[in-house]
């Protein structure tokens, strides 16, 4: 699991990255319990 703590707001691609890779991990999640249902 990788919790990060708020990196310095000097580099908004990295914030905009970890928001994608949320992202995709929900999407993720959605689409398994999608395929167990």
């Excluded at 703590?5 to 689409?31: A, D, G």
């Amino acid at each position: 699991m990788l919790h990060r703590i708020n990196p310095p707001p000097l580099s908004p691609s990295l914030r905009v990255r970890e928001c994608v890779y949320t992202v995709n991990r929900l999407i993720v999640k959605i689409s398994i319990s999608h395929i167990t249902l």
